[in-house]
């Protein structure tokens, strides 16, 4: 784990300093936890870009297949590449897969998410 972190350290200061990127964990958190960042992103910045690394992978195409097909999202730039990480300092490096996804909004975003929020509107004074 330290490896993975020593890896984002020294990724240069442009892509860490993205403010609509959502790094990926396929460990950490629900796939729909970052469906629904994903759109909070969108919405705030008009595209979010979403990266993971090895296995994770999976999940980011998933995240990004879930909000195509529900017409928020359209893809603008997809990214593959594989970067060095070191398990730990002076270690040898072991190559890991990367992938990079960039999203937009559609026409149909803000329709949506408003159908949406009145929906879960609905719902939450049903259950009152």
């Known amino acids: 784990m330290e490896g993975i972190t020593e890896g984002v350290n020294k990724m240069s200061v442009s892509e ?3 403010r609509n990127r959502i790094q990926v964990s396929n460990t950490k958190k ?5 469906v629904n960042l994903s759109k909070r992103y969108m919405q705030q910045y008009n595209e979010v ?3 993971a690394l090895g ?10 297949e879930i ?3 529900n017409g928020f999202a359209v893809e603008k730039k ?7 990480m070191r398990d730990e300092p002076g ?3 072991i190559p890991k897969a990367k992938i990079e996804i960039v999203l937009g909004k559609t026409e149909k975003f803000d329709e949506l998410m408003a159908a949406e929020a009145e929906q879960n509107g609905d719902n939450e004074e049903q259950q009152n």
């Open 16 to 18: 860490t300093q993205k």
């Open 30 to 34: 629900s796939l729909f936890f970052y």
């Open 49 to 51: 870009e979403l990266s």
């Open 55 to 64: 296995m994770a992978i999976s999940t980011v195409v998933t995240i990004a």
């Open 67 to 69: 909000l195509k097909n």
């Open 78 to 84: 997809i990214r593959t590449l594989t970067v060095d």
């Open 91 to 93: 270690a040898r490096p």
